[in-house]
């Protein structure tokens, strides 16, 4: 602590979700002096905000899980395949209290403002408490999806019940028995919290603007003898996911012997224009529709992903008791595998229940939100509880909307005005010794986040003790390397569907009004991607000014 109240440290770490807990742990390792600030009164980040009804991992906890500690791999026991968000917060819990992480965090604060002193290269950082900490490293561990965005429907005020976003539950649950209540929004957490919501509301509807794509998550509890088997394979696992390119290794249970005469499980085929309608239709009654999310030609080929769309529409007219329901539910206009997968536990079924009804907002658009309820242009429709599920300012929102200056003075917001622009994800030109991990233009979204987040944490205190080790002051990526990556994440994206000119998602920008477009995440893979970030580390941090 200095003379006039400012704490000097090391670093400052900002969230303590995933990323900020281990990087917490791998800086206070080294023995630097760190503070980890959090808005929350408790750890886990997205886990930690995300407590709606049914909120769970979109993929196999096992893999989804710190890979860091083999000691926490073998200690901590998953009771579903497919984790819900209370059994992750409790872990991510665990992880704070097993590593001692709690003592480095200041919680229920807010950063405001981080800026750049060019005299001493520190950072000082301050928060809504009134605290001011002054740093050599400042890393942002504040997420992709932390920003809730509102629709800002007219009159959105007036609404005189109670108004829930999924981003933002409160922690002591809400008990919606007997209520009518109304959703806005068919992402992610609307498909994973209808079901949810429509057991325990008398009446549900739903307000989609663009119905998704979602697979059945196929959610079961832990069989003890898999997790068992798991524990055993854990460093198989990692070197799996680390050789892959998302991050996954598609863990089912110990591998079978290769002389083993056991029928293997049949599996979708690769491609389906491969296929003739009538086998692709087989597919479908063989494997469900998760079927249609198993080839690999719809993410590159329009034909193929054409074929997909109108199998998984016609899928939902059998899926779907009501036509009308099955109409309103069907993805058109869009191709599949533009957004981020859904995955779902009975989003379809809750449909088919009487007390669930759905408004198509792309015939009937919001015109207001009413005392008691809101207006389309065709009707009035009255509730009790207006749930958003409306998603995020993905990826950007949280850093643009504080107070970050780099050299000159120059606001992050500002350099950013016309989209992120960042060297691998990992630093922004003028804001030396500033890291956010898992930031726009590395994997982060479109990978195991999990897996990507230790990637970035290792490589970011890497690099710290690097710089420490040289006595190298800053660090910052050159313009000309941060130009060239922003063309090399562009090019990357071209051709896949999740660029395609008819597709609109939280990737692009382009859920949030008025948000600069361009496909944000890298798409090239996770292994790619860290053989071209040890790459850069192997060549004297190529890419990068490094000051003395
Ligand atoms: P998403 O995936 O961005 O979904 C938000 C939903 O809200 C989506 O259906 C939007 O429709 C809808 N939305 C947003 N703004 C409006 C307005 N103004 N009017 C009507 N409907 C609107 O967020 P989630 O929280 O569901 O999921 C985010 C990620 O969290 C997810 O990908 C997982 O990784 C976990 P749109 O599609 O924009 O037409």
């Known amino acids: 602590m200095s003379d006039s109240g400012v704490k000097v440290l090391d ?30 009164s408790g750890v886990g980040g997205a886990w930690y905000w995300n407590r709606y009804p049914g909120c769970r991992a979109d993929l196999p906890i096992i893999e989804y899980s710190y890979s860091f500690s083999k000691e926490l791999e073998q200690e901590w026991d998953w009771s579903e395949v497919m ?96 209520k009518r209540v109304a959703i806005v929004g068919c992402g992610s957490s609307g498909v994973q919290t209808i079901p949810e919501l429509a057991k325990q509301a008398k009446e549900l509807i739903a307000f989609q603007r663009s119905p998704v794509f979602t697979f059945p998550a196929r959610n079961a509890p832990m069989n003890p003898k898999f997790l068992a088997q798991a524990k055993v394979d854990y460093s198989d696992i990692r070197e799996r996911q680390r050789n892959s390119e998302m991050g996954v290794a598609n863990y089912s249970g110990p591998r079978r012997p290769k002389d083993s005469n056991k029928p293997k499980k049949p599996r979708p085929s690769k491609k389906i224009l491969d296929l003739t309608p009538e086998q692709r239709k087989q597919e479908v009654k063989d494997f469900g529709i998760n079927a ?22 016609e899928t939902l007219k059998d899926i779907l008791d009501d036509p009308q329901k099955a109409e309103a539910l069907s993805p058109k206009n869009y191709p599949l595998h533009c957004k981020r997968p859904v995955i779902d536990t009975e989003y379809y079924s809750a449909f088919n229940q009487d007390n669930v009804s759905i408004v198509d907002l792309r015939v009937n658009p919001v015109e207001e939100v009413t005392p008691t309820g809101l207006r389309t ?104 390397a941060e130009d060239a990556w922003v063309i090399h994440v562009d090019k990357a994206a071209k051709g896949s569907m999740m660029t ?49």
Not at 12 to 39: C, F, H, P, S, W
Not at 304 to 312: F, G, P, S
Not at 418 to 441: A, E, I
Not at 508 to 536: H, W
Request: charged share 25%; with cysteine.
């Open 11 to 40: 670093a400052v770490v900002v969230g303590t979700g995933m990323a900020g807990l281990y990087m917490i742990k791998r800086l206070n390792d080294r023995g630097l002096n760190i503070q980890a600030i959090e808005a929350g």
């Open 83 to 178: 984790a819900g968000q209370p059994e992750i917060e409790r872990y991510l819990n665990h992880t704070a209290d097993r590593f001692d992480l709690r003592k480095h965090i200041k919680f229920d604060t807010k950063v405001t403002d981080a800026i750049y002193n060019e005299d001493s290269n520190t950072w000082t950082v301050k928060t809504d408490q009134g605290d001011t900490y002054t740093c050599k490293y400042c890393i942002m561990a504040t997420g992709c999806l932390n920003e809730p965005n509102y629709p800002g429907f007219k009159n959105a005020d007036s609404f005189k019940g109670d108004i829930y976003h999924t981003a933002q539950w409160p922690r002591e649950g809400v008990d919606l028995t007997g």
């Open 292 to 313: 249609l999310s198993a080839y690999v030609d719809p993410y590159f080929n329009p034909e193929a992903n054409e074929i997909a769309c109108d199998l998984y529409r």
């Open 377 to 480: 242009n065709d009707a009035e429709y009255e509730f009790d509880v207006l749930v958003y599920a409306t998603g995020f300012d993905a990826m950007t929102g949280t850093l643009k909307k504080l107070n970050i200056r780099g050299r000159d003075n120059q606001l992050l917001a500002d350099r950013w005005k016309d989209g992120p622009r960042m060297y691998m994800g990992l630093q922004t030109v003028g804001f030396p010794n500033f890291f956010t991990t898992t930031g726009p233009g590395s994997p982060s979204v479109v990978s195991n986040v999990l897996h990507s987040i230790e990637q970035h944490v290792e490589w970011i205190d890497t690099c710290i003790d690097y710089l420490l080790e040289n006595n190298i002051k800053t660090i910052e990526p050159t313009i000309e």
């Open 500 to 548: 395609a000119p008819t597709c609109n998602s939280w990737y692009l920008g382009s859920n949030i009004a008025g948000k600069p477009q361009g496909f944000m995440p890298y798409i090239a893979g996770t292994k790619t991607y860290r053989e071209e970030c040890d790459e850069v580390v192997a060549k004297g941090y190529e890419g990068f000014a490094l000051t003395s």
